[in-house]
């Protein structure tokens, strides 16, 4: 912007500078061109008022900040990232584009972005956890949109910092939000689980696809997506070759995809235990006797292994929900046989079971590089952190024992 130099005096005013008016009301407007040529003008009710925007401008000028940035909203800028974003799976996008539209674009998102601090994305927080009780993990949804579309905001030079830093960190400590680990089922509470499957006649049709989940440790979604082509009975041999992802939202309905697995590490061979095999041989058994066949088709793939009545595959949340329903009557079994201290089963999902199978894999000393390419993780810090905690409860455990007979 060129330097100021008078111009003329305002109404009762000091004197004008190079591109300052006053308009026939009595207010003020300050015009000046981008690098573009493109005209720009802003206004106040008072001259010290615009001279204190006039010092934005020239602030904005200094640090590179787009003119157009002060128009600019929150909706905006998601508009932008989302046309660019790349490098996330389907569903997960989808995910982040319900968050984004349900819980932000409404209200916060018509905010101006350049107008924006720290205290109003915690505010923001606060209110979807304070007055619209959305759960933690919800609003780590949103934050990881927002996040992202003000880093853009940042990169493309709309805004000077990202106001959502630390936000997110700040208000787990001040509602106390703890990070909750997955619990393993131990391995009375797993034994009582496969126990009950095998002896009820009303739930036997589950036993082969979670005896599979606990005796491979592999993913909800790849166990839905597994095809008979995909195991080899003879050698005990399981090939992990993609994942069967489950869509449910409320513009597309209900449909599957097959993507590739969650890493490169996920493509991978399992070796099966002896209870793994039979529980493939028992589903297929139970499918020839009751005429049950795979009738669907998902991106060219078929033939797939642990399909409903109706032939189609299972997914995480049919399988959750039968999980529920099981541990409440296994439950109610146990406790109708009035036992003393009787194990029962804490709730529980599909990935607990996964956490359990790594869980037993370390209490019997499996090497860590073996778990680490049977479960498919690309970074053995991730399986490190399941073996720390597992093997932790173990000492707790066995010292408990060695204590109660030191006694």
Known sequence: MAEKTTKRKGKGESELQRGETQRANGTFAYQWKDDSGKRHIIYGKTLPELRAKEQEVQDDIRDNIRPEARNATVN????????????????????????????????????????????????FYNTLVDERGLAISTVDGVHTVLHQVFDMAVDDFYIRRNPADNVLKELKSAHAFGVEKRKALTQAEEKLFLDYLRNSPQY?????????????????????GLRWCDIDLEEGIIDVNHTLVYYKHEVNGCYCNIHSPKTKAGIRKIPMLGNVKEAFLEERKNQMAS??????????YTDFIFVNRFGNPQHQGTLNKAIRRITRDCNDEVLSSKKRNPVLLPPFSCHILRHTFTTR???MGVN????????????????????????KELKKSEFALLDAKLM
Not at 368 to 391: C, E, M, P, R
């Open 291 to 300: 005429g049950i066949r795979c009738t669907a088709s998902v991106d060219g």
């Open 76 to 123: 905006d800028m998601y508009e932008r990232w989302k046309d660019l974003k790349r490098g996330l799976k389907d569903n997960t996008f989808q995910n982040y584009q319900f968050l984004y539209r349900m819980y932000v674009a409404p209200k916060f998102g018509r905010s101006k972005i350049c107008e924006l601090v720290k205290s109003d994305v915690k505010r």
């Open 368 to 391: 860590i590089k073996v778990i680490q390419d049977v479960l498919g993780h690309a970074d053995v810090s991730t399986t490190l952190n399941i073996y720390t905690d597992a093997t």
């Open 361 to 363: 894999m370390c209490e």
């Open 204 to 224: 036997r049709h589950w036993y082969p696809i979670f005896a599979v989940m606990l005796g491979t440790g592999m993913r909800v979604g790849e166990v839905a």
